[in-house]
Structures are given as C-alpha cells and as structure tokens.
C-alpha cells in the first residue's frame, strides 16, 4: 500500500506571546519574551519567580460554548487553539471533510493539575460531598481530546499522549501515521498545559531544575554559560493535517510537508538524557531516513533547547554526532527562549514556529544567549533573528522519561 503525502493546512495556538498563532509569530519576530513574574498565585515561599504565563484569555472570545466551567484551564486553551486552526485551514467538516474522516490526536504533559489541586483542597474541607461532579472529568489528561472532538463534531480517530515535554510531538506524528495509512482525511493535532500552580512550580525547584532568576529578560537563557534552569510555561497548540490529495482537491493553502517522524527511548533515566544522548541521535537519524533526506539538507533544527546544563550540552552532542561538519553550518535556536517550557504544549507551538520560518524565510534568534557555553559551540542564532531559506527543518522534543521525538518538515518548494 502506498503511503499518503502529509501537509499542514492550519494552525491555532494559545501562548505567552499571544492569544492566536498570528500574535505569537509577530512578538517572536520581533524579538519579544512571553516571560515574567508569576502572578497566578503568591510564589514568595518559592525560589523561583518567574514564569510564561498565557496573559488575558477567555473561551468565550472563541466560542459561545456553555460547558467552558466543565473545562480545566489546558482544556479551554486546547479547545480555543483547535477551533482557530479549522478555520484557517478553511475546513468545514461534514462537507469538505466527511466527520468520521477527520480524528483528534491531542495530549498534554500534565493535564488538569490545577483542578486536581481544587479538588483535594476540596476534599480535605468536607470530604466527597464538596467535590465538583466534574472533578474527574476535570483532571483527566484525556479530556481536552474529547471537548476537542465534541466542539468539532470530529468522529475518526480520538487519542492522547502523554508523554512529558514530547506528548505534542508524539500527537502529531501520530496523526501523521493515521493520515499515511489512509484512515483518515484530516486529523487534529496538538497539546496544551496548564500547569503554572504552585504544587507543578514547587517540584520543579524541589528537583532544582527551574530557573531561579528573576529576572524575564535573562531567566531563560538556553546554551548560555549562565543559564540555570528552566522557565515553566503553559498554552496550547494545533496543527490541521491533511493528505496531500484533499489539500489540493480543495485548494488549501499549505505551510509545508510533515515528511519524517520518530519516537525513541533512552531507556536510561527519569529526568536526565543518557550519556551522548544517544536516544536523540537515534531519533534524528531515523526520522532523517524516513523522509529519505540526509544530514545536509537540513537548513535549520528548532532545538529542545530548555537552558539546562545536560539537555543543552547533551543536544548540542547529539546533533554534533548526527550531522558531523554540517552541524557547525545549520541555524540552530531555541524558542522556548521566548515561550518558555509550555510542557505538553511546547512540541506543537515549536512546529508552528517552524513552519512559519520556512514561509517567511526568517530563522527566529535564542533570546538571552550572551556568552555561550564553551560546550555548546554550535551557530544557536544568538539575540536577533537573521534571514533565511529554509526547505528542510527539524524539530527536537526530548522529554523526561527517557522520552525522544523528532518531526521533519519540508517546504513547498522542494516537496513540489
């Protein structure tokens, strides 16, 4: 059976930067950071201070849903970005589209952990007659899959992956197999967090991987000699996928060709990449040859990049390892540097981002970069975005859990 060509035909985000897909691009092009005080609630017994918080959002400016109260924060976020990347994509399902021809592959790193906080808060006051009937439904990771599916009216395909900062990624290579294997015309996909609570924030410094400066503007600082953690973040992120034959029955504007996928295990540790990162080599590698590409077509890798000592030094590595010579003249940058670690929602946000500098021939900086590791050597497009061509990107997603995946998109251009 031949396989199916994949495209991207919409998009729909919730971020720091901005409250569309559009908003964002434009804060990313110009430079800005989605970073800030935490102001979700009092962090003055925590070390850390800052955080990408999603500024000003409210279901209701997308959609006259009335169960939005039966909706965790991830999940309303999930559903706003889905409803805003249909219609870009120009879809009308039950027309253009049969409904049990498009599926929902949606996950998240976390889920409804804000909920779960309330419910136990809840619990502890009165026992299980002061819980929500919809505290379940709040909190479980499956939910913004299924209100997306419910909003939509989408009846194919309905998953979610969770599977720490990769469960995006996982989705829409999921979605991307689902379509190649024609089971479906059309998928979904995505993630969200929500996870900006003092419990998720907490662990994190209890683990001492957050960032502990408090200042937006260098908190975040990937590859950076200086760095010292991560800064936590939260949104949501869908990409419409379609087979390359209904794109063009309907004559849909395309942002690009999915044409690699994988997903690998370290097999090593819970929170920490095995030595080389030899998980990620092997993720690049295979994803690579799954769209018969070698290492120098590649004109720009969208890196993990969290401002870690071990992801940064271990995926700088990795990428030395795969691309050879070729690694010191590909753009490298870590957008996360301006969104923050948005979880379960950073893989999907970073692929849009992408293929937004494939169309716009723009390659967007690492913010916060001043002196560069000395381990971390490679063109990481340091405080300002340059210009760019670029017909063949990856993006890296390397997750706690031993957890590796890597998309591969091409251009129209080439793909044409």
């Known amino acids: 059976m031949a396989m199916k060509r994949v495209v991207v035909t919409g998009m729909g985000a919730v971020t720091p930067l901005g409250n569309t897909i559009e908003d964002t691009w434009k804060a990313a092009c110009e430079g800005r950071t989605g970073i800030g005080p935490i102001t979700h609630?009092?962090?003055?017994?925590?070390?850390?201070k800052t955080a990408a918080e999603v500024k000003n959002?409210?279901?209701?400016?997308?959609?006259?849903?009335?169960?939005?109260?039966?909706?965790?924060?991830?999940?309303?976020?999930?559903?706003?970005?889905?409803?805003?990347?249909?219609?870009?994509a120009g879809i009308v399902i039950g027309k253009d589209v049969e409904n049990d021809r498009i599926g929902v592959s949606?996950?998240?790193?976390?889920?409804?952990?804000?909920?779960?906080?309330?419910?136990?808060?809840?619990?502890?006051?009165?026992?299980?007659?002061?819980?929500?009937?919809?505290?379940?439904?709040?909190?479980m990771p499956n939910m913004a899959a299924c209100q997306i599916s419910i909003a939509l009216?989408?009846?194919?395909?309905?998953?979610?992956?969770?599977?720490?900062?990769?469960?995006?990624?996982?989705?829409?290579?999921?979605?991307y197999h689902t379509i190649q294997r024609g089971e479906a015309?059309?998928?979904?996909?995505?993630?969200?967090?929500?996870?900006?609570?003092?419990?998720?924030?907490?662990?994190?410094?209890?683990?001492?991987?957050?960032?502990?400066?408090?200042?937006p503007e260098t908190a975040c600082r990937p590859f950076d000699r200086d760095r010292n953690g991560i800064v936590m973040g939260e949104g949501a992120g869908v990409v419409i996928l379609e087979s390359y034959e209904s794109a063009i029955r309907r004559n849909a504007d395309i942002y690009g060709e999915i044409v690699g996928y994988s997903s690998?295990?370290?097999a090593y540790h819970v929170t920490s990449p095995a030595p080389g990162s030899e998980g990620a080599v092997r993720a690049m590698k295979l994803a690579l040859a799954q769209g018969g590409l070698s290492a120098e077509d590649v004109d720009y890798i969208n890196a993990h990049g969290t401002s870690t000592k071990y992801n940064d030094q271990f995926e700088t590595e990795a990428i030395k390892t795969v691309f050879?010579?070729?690694?010191?003249?590909?753009?490298?940058?870590?957008?996360?540097?301006?969104?923050?670690?948005m979880m379960g929602a950073s893989s999907a946000v970073e692929?849009?981002?992408?293929?937004?500098?494939?169309?716009?021939?723009?390659?967007?900086?690492?913010?916060?970069?001043?002196?560069?590791?000395?381990?971390?050597?490679?063109?990481?497009?340091?405080?300002?975005?340059?210009?760019?061509?670029?017909?063949?990107?990856?993006s890296n997603s390397l997750g706690f859990g031993s957890h590796n995946s890597v998309l591969v998109f091409q251009s129209m251009r080439k793909s044409s």
Not at 324 to 341: C, E, F, L, N, W
Not at 366 to 388: F, H, I, M, S, W
């Open 106 to 139: 949606f996950g998240t790193a976390i889920g409804g952990v804000s909920s779960f906080e309330q419910a136990v808060s809840s619990f502890q006051k009165g026992g299980y007659k002061k819980l929500s009937p919809f505290a379940t439904s709040l909190i």
């Open 57 to 88: 959002f409210n279901l209701k400016d997308y959609t006259t849903a009335k169960k939005q109260h039966h909706m965790d924060r991830f999940t309303q976020m999930g559903v706003a970005s889905a409803l805003m990347a249909i219609r870009d």
């Open 153 to 175: 009216g989408t009846k194919g395909a309905n998953n979610c992956s969770v599977m720490a900062c990769v469960s995006s990624a996982n989705c829409i290579g999921d979605a």
């Open 185 to 215: 015309d059309c998928m979904v996909a995505g993630g969200a967090d929500a996870s900006l609570t003092a419990l998720s924030i907490g662990s994190f410094c209890s683990m001492r991987a957050i960032s502990t400066n408090p200042d």
């Open 324 to 341: 050879q010579d070729h690694a010191y003249r590909i753009p490298v940058s870590s957008t996360k540097s301006m969104t923050g670690h």
């Open 351 to 394: 692929a849009m981002l992408t293929l937004k500098m494939m169309n716009h021939t723009i390659i967007l900086p690492t913010l916060g970069l001043k002196n560069a590791d000395p381990q971390c050597d490679l063109d990481y497009v340091p405080l300002q975005q340059r210009e760019g061509v670029i017909d063949v990107a990856i």
């Open 41 to 48: 609630f009092d962090c003055t017994d925590l070390p850390a």
């Open 264 to 266: 690998v295990s370290d």
